[in-house]
């Protein structure tokens, strides 16, 4: 096991209104939406040189070395976002929350009260 200690930005971004598109979508459609907005955010993430660490049904974990890349991230992603053509009458949005500080990262995760 490799561990390494670090201050980082993590970011968490989740498609909000999930549980609400499945249930008038269906599970294809809506999956397909979800889908759409995880694969905007991970390119987003790419461009500003942070890492997605996973992705959590809706979810998507990413860190980036500096705050300042995590807050520049942040605000693509909601405009990428926000960019989509509405699904079936349901506007796509995300929620995003970020905080900066030391981290442990582990086996491609990462651990620590950041």
């Known amino acids: 096991m490799t ?3 670090s201050s980082l930005c993590v970011l968490f971004a ?15 459609e809506a999956l397909r939406a979800v889908e759409r907005c995880l694969n905007r955010m991970s390119r987003v993430v790419d461009g500003h040189g942070g890492r997605v660490i996973k992705t959590i049904g809706d979810e998507v974990m990413t860190t980036f070395p500096t705050a300042d890349a995590g807050i520049q991230a942040a605000c693509e992603m909601q405009h ?35």
Do not use: M, W
């Open 3 to 5: 561990s390494q200690h």
């Open 14 to 28: 989740d498609v909000s209104g999930s549980t609400r598109l499945y249930e008038k979508l269906g599970d294809a």
């Open 80 to 114: 990428r976002v926000t960019d989509l053509p509405p699904v079936s009458g349901v506007k796509l949005a995300i929620r995003v929350c970020f905080h900066y500080g030391p981290a442990i990262e582990e086996n491609g995760d990462v651990f620590g009260d950041t």
